[in-house]
């Protein structure tokens, strides 16, 4: 037994040497909070002010107009830094202020610098000040759940990911009942400004408390946050104002290193086609950076589906005079078939494994889905509003629900004015896998959004893909190509002649790429067949031990691992673009209070730019609202950017798509991003897709 079995635990714990290896405080997070992010050059000035710009235009939604009249007029404020202003000036920007702060939606790295921004300015500018953080989201503002924040509070989060300082969650506040609560907060710690860290919606949101608030002397500001990079911001003229929100950097780049990492192991065993799920409700921004990042075999970008016009099938209607609408966007077979196609070509060169990367909003973006999505958001909002109760919790289980649905294609067939929900709906609707049935009707969040992430989007596509490579196997088309040498070296170890049995065995023999077992030998017993008809073997005799076993390296087996890459993405610490990005953004919050702003978002001009051009300013947020449907219903909301097909980015991999995939004999063309490095000098600026894109505008 070892001597050490007597040793006092206690005593043991107290060890300097074990205290420092087990301390929750290690040498990276030290690093990280004593890191300062470098400033934009308005902020190396004592004072701020805004000067209104009417370079941008936006154009303006009626609708917006009529329900934000004091704000819909608002412009882009530029933030300019000044040694000295008037004495007016000078107080105004010095004054005591009570600020509140909020975190909105999913987190996304970095927000802990909007607040460590926010703070630094607002003390800087009055040690008087107040910084409230609002506690478990926008909840924190109705029920006036809140804490000061101070020195200790900011200095131990500074630059780490999470929202963990002071949570987050997703309730709207979009009752009277929930926006007088929110007043009668505002009013209680005597707030002059609320800032509001989120998503489209949360911003959406700013922008009605804005208004709101207005009467009040409470100054709302926004500040664009999500990993799925959807808020990106140009004016009528295509001017880049928010080229991207933040999180979305170090997310894609936590993603791009565990794929990466995927791509060495699946090049290395060859066994499985890894299919990852990455996050991006929505917008595939983050797939599109993640195939940038890793080269991945194959990377589905939802845009590009829905950007698909079936030109064949349209040639064929316009024959005929007519114009065929279901040519338009990609349908999910066709999808599985593109799929199985790459799978095919690459098993057809000895590579049966592979990576292959999916937004999880993928299925929106499928025409037949989308529709799905879409009468069901109505038919939910319908039953809500008309019974005054909630659908889910009247009908609770799948069978209820799908009772509920059947029941509605019932009534269409009674009342041809009934169009909702069809017997074509409902038939087209019970093909579709339980699992996906539930999917489908699950809750949507408090801002109507369909929670993809909790769909098995990748198991609805990857259900198809295996029953047709199935049939194509059983084709004899899906087939692992053979290397030549290893053919002959197997036969002549075995005393059998190459030459001899490459004919009847393979239909490409003579060829030079990788041998392809004939397609009408699909088991053993038409291996033998084969062989008896050209004479190799007699009738009843065994097959050869060599040749058997090259038939069986030949039959593909199609195993997959599947991998979601979000939560953890997400929740890592920021990248030095991100923690650069966020602190700034919260220096530009604090201008943008001082100058007196409301319903403004901050933003930083010129990201894809070197931080010397980086420009802070604040984005007017009602010109940027358009009427969306939301749970089945006409709303405001900020509309989101999704990936633009003609962007240099998605060009770029579009182009590239056929190298990645590397359906050839040679090498695959992985690329390795590493795992976020924050110091160092091989820390990425800023991400790829914007790195690409800022090439067409350097170009205009
Ligand atoms: P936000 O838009 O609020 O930033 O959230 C984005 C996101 O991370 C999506 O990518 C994902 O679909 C969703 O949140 C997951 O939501 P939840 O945290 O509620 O599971």
């Keep these: 037994m070892s001597e050490n079995t007597n040793i006092d635990l206690q005593q043991l714990l107290n060890q300097p040497r074990v205290k420092a290896a087990t301390d929750d405080v290690n040498a990276e997070l030290l690093e990280r909070r004593q890191y300062r992010p470098s400033q934009c050059e308005a902020f190396s000035h004592p004072y701020t002010l805004l000067r209104e710009t009417s370079q941008y235009r936006f154009e303006l939604d009626r609708e917006a107009g009529k329900q934000l009249p004091n704000i819909i007029g608002n412009s882009v404020d530029l933030i300019e830094g000044h040694d000295s202003v008037d004495d007016a000036a000078a107080r105004q920007f010095s004054r005591k202020r009570h600020i509140g702060i909020v975190f909105s939606g999913g987190p996304a790295p970095g927000g802990h610098n909007v607040i460590a921004g926010l703070y630094d300015a607002a003390k800087k500018a009055n040690p008087d000040s107040k910084i409230y953080g609002f506690l478990v989201g926008p909840d924190g503002i109705i029920e006036n759940e809140a804490v000061e924040l101070d020195d200790r509070r900011i200095d131990a989060y500074r630059n780490l990911g999470g929202f963990t300082m002071i949570k987050t969650g997703r309730t709207k506040i979009d009752t009277r009942e929930k926006m007088e609560l929110s007043r009668k907060t ?19 949101n700013a922008a009605f408390l804005a208004q709101e608030m207005l009467p009040d002397g409470v100054q709302v500001i926004g500040v664009p946050k999500t990993i799925d990079g959807d808020i990106q911001v140009r004016d009528a003229e295509g001017s880049v104002l928010c080229a991207m929100s933040f999180g979305f950097h170090t997310a894609a780049r936590a993603f791009a290193n565990s794929i990466s990492n995927l791509c060495t192991d699946s090049s290395s065993d060859i066994k499985y086609w890894h299919i990852c799920k990455v996050m991006g409700r929505v917008a595939s921004h983050l797939a599109l950076e993640v195939a940038l990042q890793t080269h991945a075999n194959m990377t589905l970008i939802g845009e590009d589906l829905a950007d698909y016009i079936d030109r064949q099938r349209l040639e064929k209607a316009e024959k005929k005079g007519a114009v065929d609408y279901h040519a338009y966007g990609m349908t999910l077979r066709h999808l599985s078939r593109v799929i199985c196609n790459g799978i095919v070509r690459r098993a057809a060169v000895g590579k049966n494994y592979g990576v292959m990367v999916i937004p999880e909003g993928v299925l929106e973006f ?307 991003p590493g795992p976020i490095r924050f110091t160092g000098k091989s820390e990425e600026e800023r991400p790829l897709t914007l790195q690409l894109n800022a090439i067409a505008r350097e170009d205009e």
Excluded at 647 to 662: M, Q
């Design 186 to 204: 505002c009013k209680q710690l005597g707030l002059d400004a609320l800032v509001i860290v989120g998503g489209d919606d949360s911003n959406t």
């Design 366 to 672: 499928i025409n037949e889905i989308q529709v799905f999505i879409i009468k069901l958001n109505t038919i939910i909002a319908e039953y809500n509003q008309t019974h005054d109760r909630d659908f889910h919790a009247s009908f609770p289980r799948l069978e209820d629900k799908l009772d509920h649905l059947r029941r509605m294609a019932q009534r269409s067939r009674e009342d041809s004015s009934f169009t909702l929900w069809n017997t074509r709906d409902d038939d087209l609707f019970n093909d579709i896998p339980d699992f996906f049935q539930e999917g489908l009707l699950m809750e949507r969040d408090s801002h109507g959004n369909f929670p993809f992430s909790q769909v098995e989007t990748e198991k609805v596509l990857l259900g198809l893909v295996r029953d047709y490579l199935d049939i194509l196997k059983e084709e004899g088309v899906y087939r692992i190509g053979l290397r030549k040498d290893y053919f002959h070296k197997t036969l002549e170890a075995a005393g059998l002649a190459p030459d001899r049995y490459g004919p009847v065995l393979f239909k490409n023999w003579g060829d030079d790429g990788h041998l392809l077992v004939k397609s009408e030998i699909i088991s053993l017993k038409t291996l033998a067949q084969a062989l008896i008809s050209d004479g190799l073997i007699k009738n009843g005799e065994k097959i050869p031990a060599a040749v058997e076993k090259i038939f069986k390296k030949s039959v593909p087996n199609f195993k997959t691992q599947i991998h979601f890459y979000g939560y953890d993405g997400r929740g890592n610490d920021p990248t030095r673009f991100d923690c650069i990005y966020t602190y700034n953004l919260g220096l530009t919050v604090f201008s943008l209070i001082a100058g007196g702003a409301t319903g403004q978002m901050a933003a930083i001009r010129n990201l894809e730019m070197d931080f010397s051009s980086w420009q802070p300013i604040g984005i007017p947020i009602a010109p940027l609202m358009h009427l969306e449907e939301r749970k089945g219903k006409l709303a405001l909301v900020i509309e989101k950017s999704i990936v633009d097909v003609n962007s240099i980015a998605f060009k770029v991999v579009k182009a590239l798509r056929e190298k990645w995939l590397a359906a050839d004999p040679g090498d695959d063309h992985y690329r390795r």
